[in-house]
């Protein structure tokens, strides 16, 4: 085990002696939450950097206009396609 979790541990132990049963049993939920919340906000930013390099969905790719360079003048009324 790594010094965070080692600290963590003894976090744990010092509230269950000094502070009673349902506070640790308090403290233990909160934690359990804790890294629940932090894996879940990690999860969120893999699934969005996943989703900007391969865009999948309902995307309907049009065709580009292209405009002729005639009909790009810009006098005209109708539209430039």
């Keep these: 085990m790594d010094e965070g979790t080692l600290d963590l541990l003894a976090r ?3 509230v269950r002696r000094e502070l009673g049963e349902v506070v ?4 233990l939920e909160r934690a ?9 906000i990690e999860a969120e ?3 969005l950097r996943h989703a900007r390099v391969h865009p999948e969905g309902n995307v309907v790719r049009l065709p580009r206009r292209h405009v002729s360079l005639e009909g790009a003048s810009g006098g005209g009324d109708g539209p430039c396609a």
């Excluded at 640790?24 to 403290?27: I, L, N, S, T």
């Excluded at 359990?32 to 879940?40: L, T």
């Design 12 to 14: 744990l132990v010092t």
């Design 24 to 27: 640790y049993q308090d403290a």
């Design 32 to 40: 359990v939450i804790g890294v629940g919340v932090a894996a879940h």
């Design 45 to 47: 930013r893999v699934a």
